[in-house]
C-alpha cells in the first residue's frame, strides 16, 4: 500500500472519529433508532453486493477469454457471498427474514441498492469499468466499516474488505492495460466510464439514518468516503488515461428504492426460480 | 449409550480429520483451520465453522459431512453453525497441510502471521498490495508471474512459472 493510502486511511478513521470503545460496541447494545439505521445501511449494501453478483454472473459463458469467463464467476459467487453475510446479519440480530427471503421474495421497490448494479450488463468495457467503480467503493465503504466499534459490524466488514484485495487487483490490471493498449479499447473504456459514474455516484447516497449512525460514532458519514473514493478512482483513470466525467447528481435514487427500469427484469430473471417453489430444498 | 459414553472433543477432532475439502481433497477441515469450536454436552455436539471465502459453495457440503461424521461416532444430534467471528486467514492453514497442497501442485499461501488467538489483533489486515511472488510448487523458483487472480475455485489463484516453464495454481492469501 502507497504512503498516501496509509494517510489516507489513517485521516478517514480520524475525521470519522472511529474506532474508540463506547457504549456501543454490539448490536444488541444500540438503542432501537441506531438498529434502524444499521439495518437501513446493511440492507444497502446486501442489495449492492447481491446485484453486483447477479450482474457479474451473466458473464459466465460469455467472458471474451475463458481466464475472464472464470474470473467474472469467481466475483459473482464473491459478491453473493457478500450479500448473504450482510443479509444474514439482519436476520439474526435485527428481525429480518432469512437470506434467501431478502434476495428472492423482495419487490423492485423494496430495494436500496445503488442503481450502478442493475444497469444492464453492456459490453465488456462497461463490465469492466462497472467493477472497478464498484470494487473501489467497496472497499473504501468496508474499509470504514472495519473502524466501527460495534463489533459484528467491524467483523463482517474485515471478512469482506480482505476478499475485495483480489477483485482491486484484477480490475486494476485489465483497466490499466485496456485503457493504454489501442485507441479502440480506450474509447471503449472511456465511454464506459462516462455511463457508468453517474450511476455509481449513488454507492455514496445515504441510507436512511446514516447522519445518526455517523453522530453516534458507528460508522463514518457519506461525504467523507466519497471523498476518498473518489481520489482512488481519479488515480485508476489517471493511470489508464481515462478522464473521470462530473458527478450527475439527478442520477441519486436508489438508497430511497427510486430505480431505473432496468430494476424489474433483473429480479424477474434473479428470482423467477425461486419464486416458482419457495418451499422447494436444493 | 455407550458410544456416547466414548464420546469426547478428542473422539470429536479425530472425526473431523476424516472430513476433507471437497475442492482440495488432501486437507481436511481441520488443517485448514475452518473449525472455530468443538462443544461436547452429553450426547449433544455443536462444531462452529468459519467459511475461508465468505462465497464458498463447499461450505455446505463440509457442514453436511461435518454432521454425518460426528454422527458416525455415537452423537445424539449435531449443530454445525457458521460463525464469523473471529475471521477466517489463510494463516491458519496447518504447515501438514501446506506440504500436502504443495505436492499436488497448489502452492500454500505464506504463513506471516496475521492471525492471532487474539481476536482484537485478527482484525488486521493482510496487505492490499500484491504480495511478494508467489513461489513455484514445482521448482521453487521466485521467477513466476500472476496470470489472473481468479482460478477453478474462488480460493485459488493461476499463476506460471517463468523458471520451469509450467503453469500452476496458488490458494489465495487471506
Request: charged share 20%; hydrophobic share 45%.
Given at each position: 500500500m502507497s504512503a498516501d493510502a496509509v494517510e489516507a486511511r489513517r485521516a478517514l478513521a480520524e475525521a470519522a472519529g472511529m474506532g474508540v470503545p463506547g457504549p456501543y460496541d454490539a448490536l444488541s447494545a444500540l438503542p432501537q433508532a441506531l438498529r434502524e439505521g444499521v439495518d437501513a445501511l446493511l440492507l444497502a449494501f446486501a442489495d449492492d453486493a447481491m446485484l453486483q453478483g447477479h450482474r457479474d454472473a451473466e458473464w459466465t459463458g460469455l467472458g471474451p477469454i475463458l481466464e475472464e469467463d472464470i474470473a467474472f464467476s469467481s466475483m459473482a459467487q464473491d459478491?453473493?457471498?457478500?450479500?448473504?453475510?450482510?443479509?444474514?446479519?439482519?436476520?439474526?440480530?435485527?428481525?429480518?427474514?432469512?437470506?434467501?427471503?431478502?434476495?428472492?421474495?423482495?419487490?423492485?421497490?423494496?430495494?436500496?441498492?445503488?442503481?450502478?448494479?442493475?444497469?444492464?450488463?453492456?459490453?465488456?468495457?462497461?463490465?469492466?469499468?462497472?467493477?472497478?467503480?464498484?470494487?473501489?467503493?467497496?472497499?473504501?465503504?468496508?474499509?470504514?466499516?472495519?473502524?466501527?466499534p460495534v463489533r459484528e459490524l467491524a467483523v463482517a466488514a474485515t471478512k469482506l474488505r480482505q476478499e475485495k484485495k483480489y477483485h482491486l487487483l484484477h480490475d486494476r490490471a485489465f483497466v490499466t492495460r485496456l485503457g493504454r493498449a489501442t485507441a479502440a479499447s480506450h474509447d471503449r473504456l472511456q465511454a464506459a466510464l462516462e455511463a457508468a459514474f453517474p450511476a455509481a455516484c449513488d454507492l455514496f447516497e445515504p441510507s436512511d439514518g446514516l447522519a445518526a449512525l455517523a453522530a453516534a460514532k458507528l460508522v463514518p458519514g457519506a461525504d467523507v468516503l466519497r471523498s476518498v473514493w473518489l481520489a482512488a478512482v481519479c488515480q485508476l483513470a489517471d493511470d489508464a488515461g481515462l478522464n473521470v466525467p462530473a458527478a450527475d447528481p439527478a442520477a441519486l435514487g436508489g438508497r430511497r428504492g427510486d430505480h431505473t427500469e432496468h430494476l424489474e427484469p433483473l429480479l424477474a430473471a434473479m428470482q423467477g426460480m425461486f419464486r416458482s417453489d419457495p418451499e422447494a430444498t436444493w | 449409550m455407550s458410544a456416547s459414553r466414548a464420546l469426547d472433543r478428542a473422539a470429536v477432532l479425530a472425526a473431523l480429520e476424516t472430513v476433507n475439502d471437497p475442492e482440495i481433497p488432501v486437507v481436511s477441515v481441520v488443517d485448514l483451520g475452518i473449525v472455530q469450536s468443538v462443544i461436547v454436552a452429553g450426547g449433544h455436539v455443536t462444531v462452529a465453522i468459519t467459511p475461508t471465502f465468505s462465497g464458498c459453495p463447499a461450505l455446505e457440503v463440509m457442514r453436511d459431512e461435518i454432521r454425518s461424521a460426528v454422527l458416525s461416532i455415537g452423537a445424539d444430534s449435531v449443530d454445525v453453525p457458521v460463525v464469523l467471528d473471529p475471521p477466517w486467514s489463510s494463516d491458519r492453514i496447518t504447515p501438514g497441510a501446506r506440504d500436502r497442497m504443495r505436492a499436488i501442485g497448489l502452492m500454500p499461501p505464506p504463513a506471516v502471521g496475521r492471525f492471532r488467538a487474539d481476536p482484537a489483533l485478527s482484525l488486521r489486515m493482510p496487505p492490499v498490495e500484491p504480495d511478494e511472488a508467489v513461489p513455484c510448487p514445482f521448482c521453487g523458483s521466485k521467477d513466476t508471474v500472476v496470470e489472473n487472480p481468479f482460478g477453478p475455485t474462488i480460493c485459488r489463484s493461476l499463476h506460471y512459472c517463468n523458471a520451469c516453464q509450467q503453469p500452476f495454481e496458488a490458494f489465495k492469501a487471506l
Amino acid at each position: 500500500m502507497s504512503a498516501d493510502a496509509v494517510e489516507a486511511r489513517r485521516a478517514l478513521a480520524e475525521a470519522a472519529g472511529m474506532g474508540v470503545p463506547g457504549p456501543y460496541d454490539a448490536l444488541s447494545a444500540l438503542p432501537q433508532a441506531l438498529r434502524e439505521g444499521v439495518d437501513a445501511l446493511l440492507l444497502a449494501f446486501a442489495d449492492d453486493a447481491m446485484l453486483q453478483g447477479h450482474r457479474d454472473a451473466e458473464w459466465t459463458g460469455l467472458g471474451p477469454i475463458l481466464e475472464e469467463d472464470i474470473a467474472f464467476s469467481s466475483m459473482a459467487q464473491d459478491e453473493l457471498g457478500h450479500a448473504q453475510v450482510l443479509y444474514r446479519l439482519r436476520h439474526e440480530h435485527l428481525g429480518a427474514p432469512d437470506p434467501d427471503a431478502q434476495a428472492f421474495l423482495r419487490d423492485a421497490a423494496a430495494w436500496r441498492n445503488a442503481r450502478l448494479v442493475e444497469l444492464p450488463r453492456g459490453d465488456f468495457a462497461f463490465a469492466l469499468v462497472r467493477r472497478a467503480l464498484f470494487d473501489l467503493a467497496k472497499a473504501v465503504q468496508y474499509d470504514a466499516l472495519r473502524q466501527s466499534p460495534v463489533r459484528e459490524l467491524a467483523v463482517a466488514a474485515t471478512k469482506l474488505r480482505q476478499e475485495k484485495k483480489y477483485h482491486l487487483l484484477h480490475d486494476r490490471a485489465f483497466v490499466t492495460r485496456l485503457g493504454r493498449a489501442t485507441a479502440a479499447s480506450h474509447d471503449r473504456l472511456q465511454a464506459a466510464l462516462e455511463a457508468a459514474f453517474p450511476a455509481a455516484c449513488d454507492l455514496f447516497e445515504p441510507s436512511d439514518g446514516l447522519a445518526a449512525l455517523a453522530a453516534a460514532k458507528l460508522v463514518p458519514g457519506a461525504d467523507v468516503l466519497r471523498s476518498v473514493w473518489l481520489a482512488a478512482v481519479c488515480q485508476l483513470a489517471d493511470d489508464a488515461g481515462l478522464n473521470v466525467p462530473a458527478a450527475d447528481p439527478a442520477a441519486l435514487g436508489g438508497r430511497r428504492g427510486d430505480h431505473t427500469e432496468h430494476l424489474e427484469p433483473l429480479l424477474a430473471a434473479m428470482q423467477g426460480m425461486f419464486r416458482s417453489d419457495p418451499e422447494a430444498t436444493w | 449409550m455407550s458410544a456416547s459414553r466414548a464420546l469426547d472433543r478428542a473422539a470429536v477432532l479425530a472425526a473431523l480429520e476424516t472430513v476433507n475439502d471437497p475442492e482440495i481433497p488432501v486437507v481436511s477441515v481441520v488443517d485448514l483451520g475452518i473449525v472455530q469450536s468443538v462443544i461436547v454436552a452429553g450426547g449433544h455436539v455443536t462444531v462452529a465453522i468459519t467459511p475461508t471465502f465468505s462465497g464458498c459453495p463447499a461450505l455446505e457440503v463440509m457442514r453436511d459431512e461435518i454432521r454425518s461424521a460426528v454422527l458416525s461416532i455415537g452423537a445424539d444430534s449435531v449443530d454445525v453453525p457458521v460463525v464469523l467471528d473471529p475471521p477466517w486467514s489463510s494463516d491458519r492453514i496447518t504447515p501438514g497441510a501446506r506440504d500436502r497442497m504443495r505436492a499436488i501442485g497448489l502452492m500454500p499461501p505464506p504463513a506471516v502471521g496475521r492471525f492471532r488467538a487474539d481476536p482484537a489483533l485478527s482484525l488486521r489486515m493482510p496487505p492490499v498490495e500484491p504480495d511478494e511472488a508467489v513461489p513455484c510448487p514445482f521448482c521453487g523458483s521466485k521467477d513466476t508471474v500472476v496470470e489472473n487472480p481468479f482460478g477453478p475455485t474462488i480460493c485459488r489463484s493461476l499463476h506460471y512459472c517463468n523458471a520451469c516453464q509450467q503453469p500452476f495454481e496458488a490458494f489465495k492469501a487471506l
